[in-house]
């Protein structure tokens, strides 16, 4: 079973342009998760899917970022304008039920540099 | 709000047994999770815990006290590949709902 997969593995772009992060989730996992861990700091929450509706997206920095989940399968995360603030690591995970013991699929990320 | 405190690094040499602990303050508890993550690989799922209690899981185990906000996760007969960032990671339902809320993790180095 492939696990959750992430495009690309390293993105750098200047400030100001926009990037896309790709996310596939684990097949038939509803739950899909996006996270981000700037350096020096713990993984922290920005939003939740359920199928293609947004289920909680308070984690969300501002409106320069916007995600999709078009269908319900995969997920895409685009920074525009990306600002210098928003290099690090973005992970996306995937789980199948929404109860107690959730445990969460997670992908490698993708390494976002901003210069 | 919630904040998990772990300690950032640890030592420890093969064979030996490690404890790495973790508290947390949080609103609307809902489970602790463990997780390994290897330099530039995804965080894996160790261990949950929702009930006071050890849970024992091969070399690995967790303990969990809801009411000192505590958690430990022990790896026993530690071995070279047990070198990696270990995550606590707590379920709030008053923060963010089922997403889970980390801690800053803890990265353990083990030597021979």
């Known amino acids: 079973e492939a696990g959750v997969t992430q495009f690309p593995s390293h993105s750098v772009i200047e400030k100001g342009q926009t990037v896309t992060l790709r996310c596939d989730p684990i097949s038939g996992h509803d739950n899909l998760y996006w996270y981000r861990r700037v350096m020096g700091k713990e993984i922290k929450f920005l939003l939740h899917?359920?199928?293609?509706?947004?289920?909680?997206e308070s984690g969300m920095p501002n409106n320069r970022f916007l995600a999709e989940r078009t269908g319900g399968t995969y997920s895409t995360l685009k920074v525009q304008p990306a600002e210098l603030e928003d290099s690090g690591v973005y992970f996306c995970a995937s789980s199948q039920v929404t109860h107690g013991d959730e445990k969460l699929f997670f992908g490698s990320g993708t390494q976002l540099s901003v210069l | 709000g919630q904040n998990i405190d772990q300690p950032t690094e640890m030592t420890a040499t093969e064979g030996a047994i490690v404890q790495i602990n973790c508290t947390y303050q949080?609103?609307?508890?809902?489970?602790l999770f463990w997780y390994q993550q290897h330099a530039g690989e995804a965080p894996t799922f160790l261990s949950y815990?929702?009930?006071?209690g050890l849970e024992e899981k091969g070399r690995f185990s967790s303990f969990l006290s809801r009411s000192k906000g505590y958690s430990y996760l022990l790896l026993k007969e530690l071995q070279m590949k047990d070198s990696a960032s270990y995550l606590c990671a707590v379920r709030d339902l008053t923060q963010a709902g089922t997403a889970l809320i980390f801690g800053k993790g803890t990265t353990l180095s083990v030597s021979s």
């Open positions: 815990n929702v009930l006071d």
């Open positions: 949080t609103s609307g508890f809902n489970g």
């Open positions: 899917f359920v199928k293609e509706s947004k289920q909680d």
